[in-house]
């Protein structure tokens, strides 16, 4: 039996995720609207280290006229939760980046050509719009991104409405070089039945290029075991996903 039929059984002993880095979380206590506190924090890091990851880059919000966070101060809290995890022997490699969320303060940055949180040699920079409302400055804030030097990500893509009503829009957003992040969540129903829909849709056209969690409690780590047995997360992990190239 293989690794693939191992996970999905359910009942075979050492069955394991083959995902092995989470890219979107929001395990950063105090700083946006995820987790709470450094208890909170740590057993949700016990929970992935338990669910076979081995890397997580978890993304507190930046969203000019809410939560204004720093890199500074993301890299405080990270040291702090990094020295947690090690005293606990917790094996598992925590980084911070951030999502950013598409506003008039991230294009102005943009077009001064300031420096955003990235990851990955390839410099990924993870994004998010209004769930409703299609920014106006949606591509061109694309543009400056891969002017600039970076590989943007959009975040959970089957959640924002304003695409729902022609695919051809997620194909257009693809073909100007965006990478999609999928929520691991949402394959199992969790934000709503059309969202589920959509991103079943955007696996079955091979459009998705990351998986995350996008966990930002203890919630979303029991919902997020649940979503892994499910029959749409066995065919994202046919797909040629890149999460596992982070772990370099």
């Known amino acids: 039996m293989n690794w693939f039929q191992k996970f999905f059984s359910g009942k075979e002993e050492g069955a394991i995720n083959p995902i092995k880095v989470d890219i979107h979380s929001h395990l950063l206590p105090g700083i946006d609207d995820g987790v709470e506190n450094f208890t909170e924090a740590l057993e949700m890091v016990k929970k992935f280290s338990e669910l076979g990851y081995k890397k997580l880059i978890t993304t507190p919000h930046i969203m000019g006229d809410f939560y204004k966070n720093t890199p500074l101060g993301i890299n405080e809290k990270l040291q702090e939760l990094k020295r947690l995890v090690a005293e606990s022997k917790i094996e598992i490699v925590l980084e911070a980046c951030?999502?950013?969320?598409?506003?008039?303060?991230?294009?102005?940055?943009?077009?001064?050509?300031?420096?955003?949180?990235?990851?990955?040699?390839?410099?990924?920079?993870?994004?998010?719009?209004?769930?409703?409302?299609?920014?106006?400055?949606?591509?061109?804030?694309?543009?400056?991104?891969?002017?600039?030097?970076?590989?943007?990500?959009?975040?959970?893509?089957?959640?924002?409405t304003y695409l729902y009503s022609d695919f051809e829009r997620y194909e257009e957003i693809k073909e100007k070089g965006v990478l999609f992040q999928l929520n691991t969540n949402s394959i199992s129903g969790y934000y709503s039945p059309t969202a589920q829909k959509f991103a079943e849709k955007l696996i079955d056209n091979n459009m998705v290029d990351f998986i995350g969690s996008d966990c930002h409690g203890i919630r979303h780590m029991n919902a997020l075991e649940k979503s892994m047995k499910s029959r749409i997360y066995s065919k994202l992990l046919k797909l040629d996903l890149l999460n596992n190239t982070l772990l370099q």
């Open 98 to 160: 951030a999502e950013y969320y598409l506003d008039e303060w991230l294009v102005a940055s943009l077009k001064k050509s300031e420096p955003l949180l990235s990851f990955g040699d390839s410099k990924y920079v993870l994004f998010e719009t209004s769930y409703i409302n299609e920014p106006a400055q949606l591509h061109e804030t694309i543009f400056l991104m891969k002017a600039i030097g970076y590989k943007p990500i959009l975040a959970h893509p089957e959640r924002y």
